[in-house]
């Protein structure tokens, strides 16, 4: 619940002192940047690591939100303004001091900082204070302390995870560092806990620590441009928050959920369905839709994900020529994991909150949206000699041009929805019973079908084609690879370069998510 308490006067005086304390440390850090060129990594790192500190014990000499609040603002204000103008080089991702041997890496860290603490000021310090502190430690310490080790002593790089190098050392050093901060904390607050934690067994907190690091290390390790700063401690913070609301039953849940998606990750590494950064990102993925949502919301994505793996890898040589056409190949990777499960997450994320069964069928509808689309595809460019369309003048075009659609492979889209349908049926979901097996079945197809329908139509109107001049032919993909090894950029002949295939397969996942409410909150069933 969002809340901004009253000033209270006894407050000032700590507020005074905090600005002051915080303004002195920031000119000494850029002393350190411009008079004694200490390196720029290791000045921002070290504001980075004591502002988390600050930041943990700020609840304990405030007794109100309202200056802590107002101190945030302030620091949100001139961070955007340092960014445009530049006063306090230390601050930014690259000083300039650095800057002729450092590429300059545009980075939103000193902003997504104070904006992330004064979003957790206005929800959790009413109730949950504990866990503000626990998630802005984390950040603040571990991070910076992962960035240092990785970028002084580490050697052994991370391939196809981020654009920003990550190492082995740096992600471990975070992991270890995060897991005791969580131990600590976790032990330290355990009087404060009130939900699904109270009277937990320490073994058990020991247990949720250590998968909380994992989390916070794979959210490190992903991202870059300084969204690490917002999103390890809204990870962190979400689960507490989401555990203190539940029974103590559900602490087990979530582990159990935890544990099989790092298994699914881990075993989608080693059969190439895929990338580092994909795995990565389905390990968060599974960890929020297995270890929240339990065994109604994991078999429709599994369902999804198994089926559309294998049927991605069937028909391989019959598909190769098809390898240069498309965008990016059958090893999906972060960018192809939110495209096609990132609104199913969100959509968990916002179940979790309220509890709307309506969310479960925008659920349904969204997986079978990426079902359609991705089956639409495959089969459509396995089946042999098919005919394609392109959907907004029906004019014959080669398989496989975005936009196009095929018998065949509409048919697989169709069918591929009314499995996500049927994966929820067989387990016999309450609220499908509810609202009627036919009516379900044909919701969600039909959700599915349009959905991919919608792809086909942003695909063949706004959606980026490129003439590839080594190959002369058509193709999603930016840049070819010439003969002699040398990367050839191609020529944009169709639609905005913005709009890439993952954005398209976005707005499809929503599209069928929204068909799906929107049916049935006007049937008034819930």
């Known amino acids: 619940m969002l809340t901004l308490q009253a000033a209270l006067p006894q407050d000032f005086a700590a507020f005074f002192l905090t600005l002051c304390f915080v303004l002195l440390f920031v000119l000494l850090a850029e002393i350190l940047a411009r008079r004694l060129n200490v390196s720029a990594l290791v000045v921002r790192k070290i504001v980075h690591l004591s502002m988390g500190v600050v930041i943990f014990f700020v609840p304990g000499y405030f007794q109100s939100n309202f200056y802590p609040v107002v101190a945030a603002l302030l620091l949100l204000l001139f961070n955007a303004l340092n960014i445009r103008f530049k006063w306090l080089v230390s601050l930014l991702a690259v000083p300039e001091a650095d800057r002729a041997h450092t590429p300059v890496v545009k980075s939103y860290g000193s902003l997504l900082f104070p904006l992330v603490f004064l979003l957790q000021l206005l929800f959790l310090w009413e109730s949950h204070k504990w866990i503000l502190q626990t998630s802005m430690l984390v950040m603040g310490v571990s991070d910076s302390l992962a960035a240092l080790v990785g970028s002084t002593v580490g050697k052994k790089h991370i391939e196809h995870l981020t654009k920003n190098p990550k190492t082995v050392e740096g992600s471990l050093t975070m992991f270890f560092s ?24 320490f073994v058990m907190l020991i247990a949720l620590a250590l998968m909380l690091a994992l989390v916070a290390t794979a959210v490190e390790a992903l991202l870059s441009h300084g969204l690490d700063n917002f999103f390890i401690p809204v990870s ?54 297995f270890g929240i949502g339990g065994v109604e919301w994991t078999v429709p994505l599994l369902t999804f994900y198994l089926l559309s793996s294998v049927l991605s890898k069937l028909g391989k040589k019959r598909k190769a020529k098809f390898d240069l056409v498309f965008e990016k190949g059958s090893q999906r990777d972060a960018g192809q994991v939110y495209a096609n499960g990132g609104i199913a997450w969100i959509l968990m994320v916002i179940y979790s909150l309220n509890n709307d069964p309506a969310i479960f069928f925008a659920y349904l509808g969204t997986l079978a949206a990426v079902q359609a689309d991705t089956w639409a595809t495959e089969i459509g460019t396995l089946w042999p000699n098919p005919k394609a369309w392109l959907v907004t003048t029906f004019k014959e075009v080669p398989v496989g041009t975005s936009g196009g659609v095929s018998v065949p492979g509409t048919s697989g889209a169709f069918l591929g929805s009314l499995l996500i349908c049927a994966s929820s049926l067989i387990i016999n979901v309450k609220w499908l019973s509810d609202f009627g097996w036919l009516q379900s079945f044909l919701l969600i197809g039909f959700s599915g079908l349009l959905a ?57 996942a929503l599209s069928g998510s929204a068909l799906a409410y929107l049916v049935i909150r006007n049937a008034h069933l819930f």
Request: include cysteine; aromatic fraction near 14%.
């Open 178 to 201: 995060g897991f005791v901060l969580l131990c600590a904390s976790l032990f330290v607050f355990s009087p404060y806990f009130t939900g699904a934690l109270a009277k937990t067994p």
């Open 236 to 289: 962190i913070a979400y689960v507490l928050y989401v555990l203190e609301i539940n029974q103590p039953v559900f602490l087990e849940r979530f582990l159990l959920g935890a544990v099989f998606a790092a298994l699914l990750a881990f075993f989608s590494i080693k059969v190439k369905f895929l990338t580092n950064s994909g795995a990565t990102a389905t390990f968060l993925l599974g960890t929020t839709i």
């Open 452 to 508: 991919s329908l919608v792809d086909s139509f942003f695909g063949a109107t706004v959606q980026a084609q490129y003439f590839d001049p080594v190959r002369e032919k058509v193709t999603e993909r930016t840049h070819s690879l010439a003969p002699n090894g040398s990367v050839v950029a191609n020529r944009l002949i169709k639609g905005t370069p913005l709009v890439n295939n993952d954005l398209v397969n976005t707005l499809c």
